[in-house]
């Protein structure tokens, strides 16, 4: 809500800025850093290596989310949902969205970034309800395959622009430039993209 706002608000800007460095290869492949990181043997808390069948990394738990998120801009001081809003009010995205099983978050994490702004980190094990959700919200989120990410600071979204997340929208209005990726999300209406703004 005020968050993904947020959120839209700081991609606008950084995409101002950072256009000319952002684009995906002219076939919409995934050739980002996080396609060629590997995950050690043994590891069994999440397959963030790559692609998966939807092109998607995917996180199994809070620690892998944030593990990942780390790659790529400062994700630090990583704390439950609650732990973070009752020092904070209400500032990083889900305090109340977490609860209603209409958003199927399984859990929501907060960590700050090189700023201390707030990141969210929602595991989500049913995309297709978590879209929906967004859907009618008006909400928009970087996404995962099992996993959506709230940040609000524009140094945050920049660097994530270079990992294999997908801003989700539903925005009927975005245009997103050639060179850039959009495919149908899981839900009628919306999108997944690597143009991460307006």
Sequence with gaps: MRLSRALT???ALVALTAVGACGSSADGGDDGPAAASTTPAGDSRADTTGPTGA???????VASIAE?????????????????????????????EAD????????????????????????????KKFQTAAKASGDEFLVGEDFAVVPVGADAIDGLR????????????????????KKPALVDGCILTDHFGH
Aim: hydrophobic share 35%.
């Design 9 to 11: 608000l700081g991609v």
């Design 55 to 61: 092109g998607l990394p995917k996180a199994s738990d």
């Design 68 to 96: 990942y998120v780390n790659r790529y801009t400062p994700c630090q001081d990583v704390a439950t949902g609650d732990e973070y809003d009752s020092g904070h009010d209400g500032d990083a995205w889900g305090t109340d």
């Design 100 to 127: 209603d099983p209409a958003w199927a978050v399984e859990e929501r994490a907060v960590c700050t970034d090189g700023s201390g702004r707030p990141i969210a980190l929602l595991t989500v094990p049913d995309m």
């Design 162 to 181: 270079q990992s294999d997340l997908r801003f989700l929208t539903c925005d009927a209005d975005l245009a997103v430039p050639s060179g850039f990726e």
